[in-house]
């Protein structure tokens, strides 16, 4: 099958990390994180000739959800989170942007089960819960691609804070080690923030999962 490539946009306020991916050559696009200005996401890729078909949600903070009904108004297409999440992408306070207006909510299509199967555009996920940063944060990992979106949960030598309401530093550690820690050593991480990182790479420097 043909290479699957990604993309990457950083954008708003706390500088998060907006992927989209497609398969080298095809059409249909995938969008991790819409952080904001959904219609702007939308256009771009429009121009680029891709049509957007799911938005892929790590956790329901406002800084990953902010473009997300935007976008799905403006492609028509189907989101995707957590089932545990719901409050989270529910409740202003919760996903603080009563904190850091404008406020937004975003109301799945599909709530998701950790273990559960996501193919779209010709690309397989699998669902990792991996609840910590919030309760229901999950990771997406492409076994064929060798790649991680990772959203708040680990970043290059650092993990998500957990300060925030469901948040647990227990419970993130948990998922890191007992999760993703599992995964090939080669696994590509890309992070709802900073810079790629290797699941290898953490397993090695991560100060907070040793």
Known sequence: MSEIKIGRKTMGVCATNCYFLYREGGTKAVVVDPAENG???????????????????????????GGAAELKKASGT??????????????????????????????????????????????????????????????????????????DTLFEESVGRTDFPTGSMSSLVRSVKEKLFVLPEDTKVYPGHGDITTIGREKQYNPYCQ
């Open 78 to 151: 189907k989101v995707y989170a957590l089932a545990e999440e719901k409050k989270v992408c529910r409740t202003p306070e919760l996903n603080l942007s009563a904190q850091m207006p404008p406020v937004v909510t975003i109301e799945a299509d599909e709530w998701l089960t950790d273990g559960q199967t996501v193919e779209t555009a010709g690309i397989s996920f699998q669902v990792i819960a991996t609840p910590g940063h919030t309760v229901g944060g999950c990771c997406y990992y492409c076994k064929e691609g060798g790649f991680l979106f990772s959203g």
């Open 39 to 65: 219609a702007g996401i939308f256009k771009l890729l429009s121009e680029k000739g891709f049509t957007v078909e799911a938005i892929l949600l790590t956790h329901g903070h406002f800084d990953h959800i």
